[in-house]
Nanobody, 124 residues
Framework: QVHIVESGGGWLQPGGSLRLSCAAP????????IGWFRQAPGKEREAVSC????????YYADSVKGRFTISRDSAKNTVYLQMNSLKPEDTAVYYC?????????????????WGQGTQVTVSS
């Protein structure tokens, strides 16, 4: 397993932007699939986005397409989730996860390392 630390959560009003960071200094991100998941109160954890190893292929849930952007800074061993035009329904604890392998991974069971989560609250 890999030690992962998320940061960047907070409270903001609808329409605002926030950037989450996912750091895992001990791994080479080019060799790992990194995913973002979120869990809202009373709901199951869901996949938000992921970026694949090697070719950097990306995946976005339909609910965030066009608003969220995932990116990878290999030099800093950090993956970012830029979230724009945030809505109240984006309120959740956001988790970063990692797994070695090829392609993309969009289900929880495919990941073997998880961060502690960071709270994002969108409210007026």
């Amino acid at each position: 397993q890999v030690h992962i630390v998320e940061s960047g959560g907070g409270w903001l009003q609808p329409g605002g932007s926030l950037r989450l960071s996912c750091a895992a200094p001990e791994i080479t991100y080019d060799n790992y699939i990194i995913g973002w998941f979120r869990q809202a109160p009373g709901k199951e954890r869901e996949a938000v986005s992921c970026i694949g190893s090697f070719d950097g292929r990306t995946y976005y849930a339909d609910s965030v397409k066009g608003r969220f952007t995932i990116s990878r800074d290999s030099a800093k061993n950090t993956v970012y989730l830029q979230m724009n035009s945030l809505k109240p329904e984006d309120t959740a604890v956001y988790y970063c996860a990692a797994t070695s392998g090829l392609g993309v991974a969009t289900t929880e069971g495919e990941y073997d390392s998880w961060g502690q989560g960071t709270q994002v609250t969108v409210s007026s």
